[in-house]
């Protein structure tokens, strides 16, 4: 059983930066994807980032340059970097684990951010 705990939410200025991280506990293979997703009021919940160990990762057009993903092998852990926010950025942002030999996804409980002047 794979718990993910996450941190590093919060209330932040357009044009500001926010770091989010996520640990997980448990068995976490490299070939598991860890990535961040999240869900704004009224809408369905959408890919922010993921990354595979040791691969490529793979962003949403609406934050590539923005946000950067990482990756800790060793501590079971993945980074989202959140530079430039804006308003629409606004989100309860999850981190999600997936196993695709179980075919299994973990998720966290969420974090707020919230993007406003």
């Known amino acids: 059983q794979v718990q993910l705990v996450e941190s590093g939410g919060g209330l932040v200025q357009p044009g500001g930066s926010l770091r989010l991280s996520c640990a997980a506990s448990?068995?976490?293979?490299?070939?598991?994807?860890m990535g961040w997703y999240r869900q704004a009021p009224g809408k369905q919940r959408e890919l922010v980032a993921t990354?595979?160990?040791?691969?490529?990762?793979n962003y949403a057009d609406s934050v590539k340059g923005r946000f950067s993903i990482s990756r800790d092998n060793a501590k079971n852990t993945v980074s989202l970097q959140m530079n430039s926010l804006k308003p629409g950025d606004t989100a309860v942002y999850y981190c999600?684990?997936?196993?695709?030999?179980?075919?299994?996804?973990?998720w966290g409980q969420g974090t707020q951010v919230t993007v406003s002047s």
């Open positions: 990354i595979i160990g040791g691969g490529k990762p």
């Open positions: 999600n684990v997936y196993n695709p030999v179980a075919v299994t996804n973990y």
């Open positions: 448990g068995s976490i293979s490299n070939f598991y994807t």
